[in-house]
């Protein structure tokens, strides 16, 4: 133990200053909220993410400080951080034990309601999905439905305002029913528990 504390610390003093600067800030935040209970949760992640719970802490902590959509622009609630700076931190957040978010909208969707959506659109995801009031996956169309085209995304919303299935079309311009929702479950992916809904 004390001979990686001796080793992070002479490599951090190796690193340039502006990597140096940056990772100092990071940890510092680290230091207090990432609490031990966020920590255990990291460490006992098996699958794509960690305890759902703890994913939602970690990422309302991350959201309050700024730092939940590090790859997002900054007109759209991004850090505006360089790729070496997301290395850095996504690279800190592995060895603090971090717990591993469930962030499919924010890394998937997010991006394409960016580049691609109106301005209805993103007014209406973007936020809920940067504070984790919505959660969103993202799943396929099996072959046998069909086509690989076939892109389905779903997202937790409050349960006191649900998306209809028209309303979800019409928000992200959905043409094509025939998966319909009768078909729905055998193609969405199983942590779909988190995000029932979709269209």
């Known amino acids: 133990m004390i001979h990686q504390a001796r080793t992070s610390a002479l490599q951090f003093e ?6 140096a600067g940056f990772l100092g800030v990071v940890r510092a935040f680290f230091d207090h909220a990432l609490t031990p209970d966020l ?4 460490r006992e992640t098996l699958g794509v993410h ?5 994913c939602k802490v970690w990422h309302r902590r991350l959201f ?3 730092w939940i959509a590090s790859a997002w622009p900054v007109a759209f609630g991004g850090t505006g951080w360089s790729a070496r700076q ?3 931190f996504d690279r800190e957040c592995a060895r603090q034990d971090a717990p591993v978010l469930f962030i499919g909208g924010i890394r998937s969707l997010g991006p394409l309601l960016i580049e691609q959506g109106t301005s209805e659109q993103r ?3 973007l936020t809920p999905m940067l504070s984790g009031r919505d959660l969103w996956c993202h799943g396929h169309g099996q072959a046998s439905l069909r086509s690989s085209r076939h892109h389905l995304f779903g997202h937790q919303r409050d349960a006191a305002q649900p998306y209809s299935p ?3 079309d019409q928000s992200l311009g ?4 025939s998966l319909d929702l009768g078909r729905l479950a055998l193609a969405w992916i199983k942590y779909i528990r988190h995000a029932p809904l979709g269209g």
């Not at 920590?39 to 990291?42: D, E, I, K």
């Open 86 to 88: 997301r290395f850095l």
């Open 14 to 19: 190796k690193m340039p200053l502006e990597d």
């Open 50 to 54: 960690s305890d759902i719970e703890a």
């Open 166 to 168: 028209s309303d979800i």
């Open 39 to 42: 920590r255990q949760a990291g």
């Open 174 to 177: 959905v043409r094509d029913r």
């Open 123 to 125: 007014a209406r995801f």
């Open 64 to 66: 309050e400080r700024g």
